[in-house]
């Protein structure tokens, strides 16, 4: 028992240690799915930093613009998160069902934030309504934050 003990000690040290190990990294050190999706969706911004988040069972990229706007990736370079704050996700860059849906049944609002794991897309529109989508790209919530 004292081993057990033991050694989820040493397993919980080693993931405090190990968390929150960000690193900058040059733009072209990010893997080449993600450079190529900067260019691609984000071409007329200015990158002011990446950086790299290695955790004990994950990687992220950041890529953070000169305007506060963000994106995250995994260590494949595939996004997960991309939050704008001064303007818009840019509609190519979003899964075009889910623009589909925005466009029908919000035409004046635009996507100020997107983000997907394993299960779901959340997504938070610029009329204070946050959207949540299967993988399937139906809706299965919402909810309304104007706070």
């Known amino acids: 028992m004292k081993k057990l003990v033991f050694f989820l000690v040493c397993l919980f040290t080693m993931q405090v240690v190990m968390a929150d190990n960000d690193k900058p990294v040059s733009f072209e050190q990010l893997p080449k799915a993600a450079q190529s999706f900067v260019k ?6 200015n ?3 990446s950086k790299v988040d ?5 990687t992220t990229y950041d890529v953070m613009f000169v305007d506060g706007d963000k994106i995250e990736f995994d260590k494949q370079g595939n996004w997960t998160e ?3 704050k001064r303007t818009f ?3 190519a860059a979003v899964p075009t069902q889910i623009v589909k849906y925005v466009k029908t049944n919000y035409p004046d609002a635009k996507i100020l934030q997107i983000e997907k794991d394993r299960y779901e897309y959340e997504v938070r529109l610029s009329n204070f309504w946050e959207l949540k989508f299967d993988l399937k790209y139906n809706l ?3 909810d309304r934050d104007d706070d």
Do not use: S
Not at 40 to 45: L, P, V, Y
Not at 54 to 58: A, C, N, S
């Open 40 to 45: 691609k969706h984000f071409a007329n911004k």
């Open 47 to 49: 990158v002011a930093f």
């Open 54 to 58: 290695k955790g004990l069972f994950d």
């Open 82 to 84: 991309m939050k704008c």
């Open 89 to 91: 996700v840019p509609e």
């Open 140 to 142: 299965i919530d919402m």
